[in-house]
T-cell receptor, first 114, second 111 residues
C-alpha cells in the first residue's frame, strides 16, 4: 500500500511570495489533514477535510492560507503572501474509519521563508 | 482554546529502564487519545491509541488514561536507544474532529 505523498519536499521563498503544496492521500482514505509544525513544537491542525468538504478550519489563517480538495482525493495548500513566521514543515495526513481513524503522515514539505 | 500539555524534556533514561511520559489536556469533551513517536527530521508515526479509562498494553508500551484527572501517560518498558525520539500526545473529540497535539517530550535512552 502506497503511503501519503507530498511535494515538493523542500521550498525556499522570499517573504510576500506565494507557494503551494500538494498532497495525495492513501487510496480510499476519506479524511485528509494539513498540519503546520514549527521547529520544536507539535503539529498544529490547519484544516481537515472529509471527502471534499471542510470539517475543521478553525486554525487556518484564512487571510493568507487556502486549501482545497476538489475531487475528494488529492489536496493543495496555498500560502499567499508568505511571511517569515510561516517557515515550518507542512505535514499532510490521511485516515479512514476502516483503519480506526489512525492518521498516516506524509514526509512533509519543509518551507523556508527568507 | 483547547490545550494539550507535555513536559518538553529532555527525559533521559538508561537502557533497559522504564520511561514514563505524561500528558494533560484541557478539553473534558476529548474522547480519543493518541501517542505518536517522531524521530528527528521525520514525520510522526502512531504508537498506540486509547479510548477508555485504565491501561492498554501493546508490547513494551502501556498507555494509561484517567479522564477524571484529564491525564494520559505512556510507559515504555525495557527502553532501547532506538526509542530515543520525541513523543507527541494528541487528543480529539468523539467525531474525529478537533485534533490537538501537545508540544512533545524528547526522550533520550542512554546506552
Amino acid at each position: 500500500e502506497a503511503g501519503v505523498a507530498q511535494s515538493p519536499r523542500y521550498k525556499i521563498i522570499e517573504k510576500r511570495q506565494s507557494v503551494a503544496f500538494w498532497c495525495n492521500p492513501i487510496s480510499g482514505h476519506a479524511t485528509l489533514y494539513w498540519y503546520q509544525q514549527i521547529l520544536g513544537q507539535g503539529p498544529k491542525l490547519l484544516i481537515q477535510f472529509q471527502n471534499n468538504g471542510v470539517v475543521d478550519d478553525s486554525q487556518l489563517p484564512k487571510d493568507r492560507f487556502s486549501a482545497e480538495r476538489l475531487k475528494g482525493v488529492d489536496s493543495t495548500l496555498k500560502i499567499q503572501p508568505a511571511k517569515l513566521e510561516d517557515s515550518a514543515v507542512y505535514l499532510c495526513a490521511s485516515s479512514s474509519v476502516a483503519a480506526n481513524n489512525e492518521q498516516f503522515f506524509g514526509p512533509g514539505t519543509r518551507l523556508t521563508v527568507l | 482554546q483547547k490545550e494539550v500539555e507535555q513536559n518538553s524534556g529532555p527525559l533521559s533514561v538508561p537502557e533497559g529502564a522504564i520511561a514514563s511520559l505524561n500528558c494533560t489536556y484541557s478539553d473534558r469533551g476529548s474522547q480519543s487519545f493518541f501517542w505518536y513517536r517522531q524521530y528527528s527530521g521525520k514525520s510522526p508515526e502512531l504508537i498506540m491509541f486509547i479510548y477508555s479509562n485504565g491501561d492498554k498494553e501493546d508490547g513494551r508500551f502501556t498507555a494509561q488514561l484517567n479522564k477524571a484527572s484529564q491525564y494520559v501517560s505512556l510507559l515504555i518498558r525495557d527502553s532501547q536507544p532506538s526509542d530515543s525520539a520525541t513523543y507527541l500526545c494528541a487528543v480529539n473529540n468523539n467525531y474525529g474532529q478537533n485534533f490537538v497535539f501537545g508540544p512533545g517530550t524528547r526522550l533520550s535512552v542512554l546506552p
